[in-house]
């Protein structure tokens, strides 16, 4: 099966871009949706097909993907965006989803 | 506005079987696919299974042997159904509904969840 690989934690200062990174083998040939999660809440799509936002999210939130590394960017980010932050892509050989394993942001 | 609320026993306990029901509002259960999601404590999300309308499902193959995903288009809702549970199984369990990209599918929609307990 298909495998993500996301940095355990990231940490940042209010105001400043954050970076999350998920890694996959030729992750670039896939589309990349990245979700985020508040502690006690259910997550919330922030991102799909790599760079595309759902209605209501901040332009604040991007993405990109290439190569071996999809990244979601949080601009300007505030003490808010402070959450787990989850990569998924379709496995399409067993043609079903697959999930990176959390990114924990933290907001100095 | 689509929501999913997940509804079901809060305690199971080990060797039985968990049963969730999902109930869908604001959009037609013949208009998506479906999925069940779960996370157990301070752990990740685990995919567990979607449906279709039809009945056409698709399981995750590490729970396949021990997951049944069903759909009652009459009550606009999905459930699913765990056997031979053990402590393993003890997480929240999300509902959600798959958004079809230009690409593949997307989770769009996420039910509250429900906290799953096995215990004796």
New interface residues.
Partial sequence: SYVLTQPPSVSVAPGQTARITCGGNNIGGKSVHWYQQKPGQAPVLVVYDDSDRPSGIPERFSGSNSGNTATLTISRVEAGDEADYYCQVWDTIGDHPVFGGGTKLTVL | QVQLQESGPGLVKPSETLSLTCTVSGASITSNYW?WIRQPPGK????IG?IYYSGST?Y??SLKSRVTISVDTSKNQFSLKLSSVTAADTAVY?CASL?T????????I????TMVTVSS
Wanted: overall charge negative; charged content about 15%.
């Fill in positions: 999925s990740g999300l685990e995919w979607y698709k995750n193959p999300y958004m990209t230009v690409s593949d599918w997307a989770f769009d996420w039910g509250q969840g």
